[in-house]
């Protein structure tokens, strides 16, 4: 199969210029949805923790580089994080190779001194002798940081284009979409000091972990035990977790967001104006691109007038604010109700655990690729199309419906929140991976009704 | 044309066939692909030359022909295809590509690069590069510039020359390409492990020489190399490629004025995630802290990092390095000492006394910082240590050592109440047909165990409802119960396709009484057509008796059903993991009591092996007052435990698996005549002994080129056996159901029934465990299946509500000894559970670890590491029985020292310590001989000196 291609054009690579003054940071960026054919500079100021944003960013990288399910000479190529600049904030989000590690850095308002000259979402270069003199970049440093280059004249002094051009990575922008879900659904469980977290993670076995393990509060101590037990916190593919112990020395505490259908786990680290969050999806195997979460909230369609709207009415970071959009644009309040899982899904919304808040964050890839990524969707649509799915009643809130399958009937029923089919995958998953195509078919269905 | 090929083609004539194809269009050429795969299908296999030789069809030429016509008519990229011509033909290409170099030949080359020895010269990259045909990427230089500098023997087969002067053949190769190996993945570092040299001048030389011979001459400049093998530990390569480039920056000696050149690369490389690099850097550093330009500061602002290191050597060294700094500038001092805390992490007590006669000669005792930095980590400063560090340690407030990280207080007392059965626990019911329409679906994918039992139960519950329709909505489980039948799937074990087997029964069945209805049943049986996927074929499929009794109980629902009747099963549990509320029972016994009808056998004595019988009180006044005759007399005696025998026995079966289920070892009377058997015997006693060996066998080693032998040396493989007996010929006319296990002496289940299997006995699991052990605790061949098997073993143990059994113990002492991880990793906590239920007794713990330790089962280290990593520091509770499942261990020793034995009692003597107890000289008596022992002199004599 011939892979979709996109071309990243950066106007020089990425890179750490040191001057006697101070250091600064220019990381080159590129999105296939700008408007012209400058990249604009999104922000240019100084870090008030530079040590500990490269820190970040290194782990960011290691991240990016990392792979759980496949061979290492895939898992060597480096990918090209987004940055979502606006709103005083800047975050730098990443996945790994497998799109079963997402990864976010978030720099507060107090950690930046600087000027955002437009707000936006794009892809930034991350090149390998950058990451490497990020190591170099000592505690008491001043460095200047531009995401996206000020001034033309430094695209001309960087000499040629930097293209690379590689396969869309489908898998990253389908987890982007899917792991805001998780989050939005996610709830702290756990919250440790320095030396808590320093213990808890010297405790994680060596090696490449098959079975699940379990955050487990041992007395004071907590743990990670092979047994599950009542309110344990459900961690697949723990060894994983190691990418974060770097930064473990520097921070000042550590919170844990669990699913609560143990889906996924978030890791947020906290040093001061400076956030670093590591969401696990719920087994090595399993990336954030293949779960399901996003399809539920894509049941009922998006017109894109709303699109449009919210391109008009929001920035980058912002909070987003459904009621808002309803008023400027005069739309029905009850159908703006369920909007944010949709417009997550649709790539256009982050979630940030400390606010508990979704943000405006339109992924830099073009909305088209984006919403084609949902096959089991697609197959719901189709079976309606081909008049497959049959409602056999409907009252009180329960739907019983018959959907064909492949020379059989599935029996789909519906009761309030709860959904069953008797087809294999849901057979086997009993909904933990998103509803499978029959569901998604009928609850279509009814709400087109 | 295709006529003219296949001559060509069989007459090998390679010069033939270029003008030949040459002659035709692109097209054309192509109509020649299928003709070509036929061939290739042909001619490409080996074929058996008599004298157990084999050799190819094709001739080399035949070979030749067809790679390159398939490189030549396949009109695009097909790798699996394409391959064959660049181990065959790329030496002929100049001439193809010439006149034909496809669109996607650039694409085709680059991705072999994945491939583990590419068959591609470098040389011809380069060549075809400069005549145009590709444009390679810095990734496939480095990938196939590893093998350049060994050319292929032309006669000698698969050996190779060192021809390291290869690499001045093209000036960019030493200007440009040699430094892609320091940025991309290749083979450099292992290039030479797999090629058998010729012996010359240099064949003693590898890469590594080659590249110090090139700086020396000064062909690669010798600063990029230093620099270039720096950054290379950050590239993201795995561990032996980092390594690598580790070893070849300390072969070229770099003097120290080189070093404080490379300061940034060398801070930067302990970023690294491989701890060789970080080592031998730090191993650098300690030449280097002195020089005035050493940037101190940076390496105090890693000591946080370097002292968290799990790699103790990092840690120490950082540490003796700090030291050095320590002494030099007072300034730093502080800085230093409060850094030293983070030492405290680590468990190992000579790391931590170093740490701590640091802060005691350079710390501050009057500095708020520094008391405030060490309070927290009170808990985790070993007991030997805490006296150095009191300056710090005394100014705590009460009661604020432990707030950090300490181990949090169990009461004393009792052991809690714990229930067999809770309303936490209760298995749900099944309200209608949607139900079990939705349960038959998942009741194969293993979901919960107990889905077994539920489903033909509900069957039966609801056979009279079932119509027309609902036939229709089982139809994906009547498919999915054919699926696991027929086909392979590893999540599938024996009980999954033993309740498919219902199912197919159950659907032949519903096919007769709803013909009407059965056109979807008829087609999915005819896409099965093989046959013996129902119940009555299971016997034929499988050599095995553990299942028996469960199809039975099976076949007796499928009976009721075809005679119209539905009371409930008795065996059904209500309670996960596997339990009956008792009361429960007393009243599914007392709808057979009504209905006039007989319970199956097996029912009746799954049932009981079932009940919960914690708290009958209740159940058993039912069972007097409603329940008569033989249920009423059975359920008496097995409900009360002080209750005799009494009433007829009509039913013998019953009767002995009821007596057997007490656990008293008393063989009733009017059972004594049928409980001869050694099998019943045994069972009656409820005991298995076991025996724990080393048995010697020939492991493989290296496998050795010259002789084409694996080398084979001496290993002991640890195992354990129980002993239990067996029917072999000696079989009685009626098994009782638990008998079914003891029928022959090895009867495979597969893992994902073990869970199953233990829940049919939650009361009494060793009549379960006792035969499954021998095959799952052989450390030695520890495969996945085995393994699995054992956590599900421990899974399933854990999750018995009850006491721990004798072999459920030994299962745990010895999962703490296994040379898996996770398998030690269960014990330790399942250990820690049971502990803190009070539902364990260490001391029979520790017993059985001494056994085993005494003969040196496993490494000692291993518990040692355990107890360690998960069994301190979490309660005092577990600290005294730690201490107790110590003690009991060390006398079960010889006098003579185990290896590892000095960190075993280094942990009891911080236990005790902890505990505010004594040594028990009593109870460990070698602690004398011991004492006299060179290594253990020391921590014998402090362990000593706190005696009873």
């Not at chain 2, 000698?156 to 000036?171: D, G």
Request: glycine share 6%; proline share 5%.
């Amino acid at each position: 199969m011939t892979e979709t291609m996109i071309n990243y054009q950066y106007a020089q690579p990425s890179v750490l210029l040191k001057s006697a003054a101070h250091e600064s940071l220019l990381l080159s960026n590129y999105s296939e949805v700008q408007k012209g054919s400058v990249a604009p500079c999104f922000f240019w100021g100084k870090l008030h923790k530079p040590f500990l944003l490269s820190r970040c960013l290194i782990t960011l990288s290691n991240v990016v580089q990392s792979s759980f399910n496949l061979s290492p000479a895939e898992s060597a190529k480096l990918k090209d994080p987004i940055v979502t600049a606006g709103n005083g904030k800047l975050r730098f989000e990443g996945f790994s190779h497998c799109a079963g590690v997402y990864a976010r850095v978030d720099v507060l308002p107090d950690g930046l001194d600087g000027e955002f000259i437009e707000n936006g979402t794009t892809n930034v270069d991350f090149n390998q002798p950058m990451i490497s003199a990020l190591g170099g970049i000592r505690p008491e440093e001043q460095v200047m940081l531009s995401v996206g280059s000020q001034e033309l004249s430094l695209h001309k002094e960087g000499g040629t284009v930097l293209e690379k051009k590689v396969p869309l990575p489908l898998k990253w922008i389908k987890g982007l979409t899917t792991v805001q879900i998780f989050l939005s659904e996610s709830a702290i469980s756990h919250t440790f000091n320095k030396l808590q977290a320093l213990q808890l993670f010297q405790g994680i076995p060596k090696g490449v972990l098959k079975n699940d393990y379990y955050l487990v509060n041992r007395g004071n101590r907590p743990l990670f035990s092979p047994l599950k037990s009542p309110g344990a916190v459900c961690i697949g593919g723990l060894q994983r977790l190691r990418l974060l112990e770097p930064l473990l020395p520097y921070l000042d505490k550590l919170c844990v967001f669990p699913h609560p259908g143990m889906q996924s786990t978030t890791w947020q680290l906290y040093f001061g104006p400076l956030r670093f969050s590591l969401s696990l999806s719920r087994e090595s195997w399993r990336g954030f691109s293949g779960e399901g979460a996003a399809l539920e909230a894509l049941i009922e369609d998006v017109p894109d007038s709303w699109v449009d709207a919210m391109d008009k009415y929001s920035y980058a970071n912002q909070e987003f604010n459904p009621s808002l959009l309803a008023v400027e644009e005069d739309l029905d309040f009850r159908q703006v109700e369920n909007l944010t899982g949709r417009l997550a899904a649709m790539g256009l919304l982050g979630f940030d655990l400390d606010d508990n808040r979704f943000f405006y964050r339109r992924l830099p890839y073009r909305l088209d690729r984006i919403m084609s990524l949902n096959p089991r969707m697609r197959d719901a649509e189709k079976l309606i199309l081909e008049a497959k799915v049959q409602i056999v009643s409907r009252h009180e809130g329960k739907v019983d419906a018959r959907v064909e399958g492949s020379g059989l009937k599935h029996t789909v029923v519906l009761e309030g929140e709860k959904a069953r089919c008797t087809c294999t995958w849901f057979s086997k998953y009993q909904g933990d991976r998103g509803a499978c195509k029959h569901v998604l078919a009928v609850k279509k269905m009814i709400t087109n009704i | 044309m295709i006529e003219a090929y296949l001559d060509i083609l069989e007459e090998g004539r390679k010069d033939l066939l270029i003008p030949f194809l040459k002659s035709y269009t692109a097209k054309e050429r192509h109509a020649l692909v299928q003709t070509i795969k036929k061939e290739e299908r042909r001619l490409d296999k080996y074929e058996f030359r008599g004298n157990g030789k084999y050799s190819r069809i094709a001739t080399d030429e035949q070979l030749w022909i067809l790679s390159v016509s398939t490189f030549i008519c396949f009109g695009s990229e097909d790798r699996k295809a394409l391959q064959g011509w660049t181990w065959r033909a790329y030496q002929d290409m100049d001439e193809i590509l010439e006149w034909h170099c496809p669109s996607w030949f650039s694409s085709f080359i680059h991705g072999l690069k994945d491939e583990e020895f590419l068959p591609v010269p470098y040389l011809y990259v380069l060549d075809w590069q400069e005549k145009g045909y590709l444009s390679a990427s810095p990734e496939l230089l480095a990938a196939i510039l590893p093998m350049s500098i060994y050319v292929k023997d032309d006669k000698i087969a698969h050996s190779f020359h060192f021809r390291p002067e290869e690499l001045e053949k093209n000036p960019t190769t030493l200007e440009q390409h040699i430094w892609y190996l320091f940025e991309y993945p290749s083979i450099v570092n292992r290039v030479e492990r797999f090629l058998s040299v010729i012996a010359g001048e240099k064949e003693q030389e590898k890469w590594m020489d080659v590249i110090q011979r090139l700086t020396k001459s000064g062909q690669m400049d010798r600063m990029r190399v230093l620099k270039e093998s720096l950054l290379a530990v950050n590239r993201n390569f795995n561990k032996t490629q980092t390594a690598w480039f580790v070893d070849l920056f300390l072969l070229l000696n770099p003097v120290e004025k080189e070093l404080i050149w490379l300061q940034d690369q060398l801070f930067s490389a302990l970023s690294s995630v491989q701890s060789k690099a970080v080592g031998a850097v730090l191993i650098l550093f300690k030449k280097l802290y002195a020089h005035p330009d050493f940037r101190r500061t940076d390496f105090i602002a890693q000591l946080s990092v370097l002292f968290s290191s799990e790699v103790k050597s990092v840690a120490k060294t950082a540490l003796s390095i700090a030291e050095k700094i320590a002494e030099a500038a007072p300034d730093r001092r502080q800085d230093i000492c409060i850094q030293a805390i983070n030492i405290f992490l680590s468990k190992d007590e000579a790391l931590q006394l170093q740490s701590a006669k640091l802060i005691r000669k350079y710390g501050d005792m009057d500095n708020t910082e520094l008391k405030e930095a060490v309070v927290p980590y009170t808990e985790a400063i070993l007991m030997s240590v805490r006296p150095l560090l009191q300056p710090w340690l005394t100014t705590l407030e009460p009661g604020q050592a432990g707030d950090q990280g300490g181990p949090g207080q169990l009461e004393e007392g009792d052991p809690l109440q714990f229930r067999l059965i809770s309303a936490d626990h209760r298995i749900p019911e099944l309200k209608d047909l949607t139900d079990l329409i939705f349960l038959a679906g998942q009741s194969m994918d293993n979901n919960e165990p107990y889905h077994f039992d539920l489903l033909p139960a509900a069957i039966l519950q609801f056979s009279k409802e079932i119509t027309g329709e609902t036939i229709a909505q089982l139809e994906p489980a009547f498919l999915r119960a054919y699926k696991a039948n027929s086909q392979w799937s590893s999540g599938l074990g024996l009980f999954d396709r033993l309740l498919a087997a219902f199912l197919i029964s159950y659907s032949g069945y519903l096919t007769v009484q709803f013909p009407e209805h059965a056109s979807g049943l008829i087609k999915l049986k005819k896409q099965y057509p093989t046959g013996d996927l129902d119940l009555d074929s299971w016997g034929r499929r499988i050599d095995c008796h553990l299942f028996d009794p469960f199809k039975m109980i099976f076949d007796s629902v499928l009976e009721q059903i075809k005679k119209g009747t539905s009371i409930p099963l008795l065996s059904t549990s209500t309670h996960t993991p596997s339990y009956i509320d008792p009361g429960i029972l007393v009243q599914r016994f007392k709808a057979y009591q009504e209905a006039g009808a007989e319970p199956d056998a097996m029912d009746v004595q799954l049932a009981l092996q079932r009940c919960a019988l914690d708290d009958p009180g209740e159940a058993l006044g039912m069972a007097q007052s409603e329940l008569q005759g033989e249920y009423k007399a059975l359920l008496t005696y097995f409900l009360d435990k002080n209750a005799s025998l009494d009433g007829e026995v009509i039913h013998p079966n019953w009767w002995l698996t009821a007596a057997i289920l007490r656990k008293d070892g008393q063989i009733p009377q009017a059972l004594k005549a049928e409980a001869e058997q050694e099998v019943l015997q045994a069972l009656f006693k409820g005991e298995f002994e076991w025996k724990a060996s080393l048995n010697e066998y020939l492991a493989y080693g290296e496998y050795n080129y010259e002789t084409g032998k694996s080398e084979r040396y001496k290993a002991w493989s640890p195992e354990i056996l129980v002993k239990y007996p067996v029917h072999a010929s000696k079989k009685r006319a009626r098994y009782l159901f638990v008998e079914y296990f003891f029928e022959k002496e090895l009867q495979e289940a597969w893992e994902t029934d073990v869970p199953r299997l233990i829940f049919a006995f939650p009361n009494h699991p060793d009549l379960i465990l006792s035969s499954r052990i021998n095959q799952y605790l052989k450390i030695s061949y520890a495969e996945s299946d085995g393994l699995r098997a054992l956590i599900k073993m421990l899974m399933s143990l854990r999750q018995l509500n009850g006491e721990l059994s004798p072999l459920g113990n030994l299962i745990v002492a010895a999962g703490m000894l296994h040379s898996d991880k996770t398998v030690r990793g269960y014990a330790a906590e399942l250990w820690f559970e049971r502990v803190e239920e009070r539902r364990i007794t260490s001391a029979e713990t520790g017993r059985i670890l001494g056994l085993l330790e005494r003969i040196e089962w496993a490494p000692l280290k291993r518990l040692t590491d355990l107890m360690m990593s998960h069994m301190m520091g979490l309660s005092t509770a577990h600290h005294m029985a730690l201490e107790e499942l110590i003690v009991a261990l060390l006398s079960q020793l010889e006098t003579e020292p185990v290896k590892n034995l000095k960190k075993l009692l280094e942990i009891y003597h911080e236990l005790i310590a902890l505990n505010g107890s004594v040594a028990d000289l009593e109870k460990i008596p070698q602690l004398k001989t011991w004492h006299i022992t060179g290594s253990l002199k020391k921590v014998v004599g402090e362990l000593l000196s706190k005696q009873l």
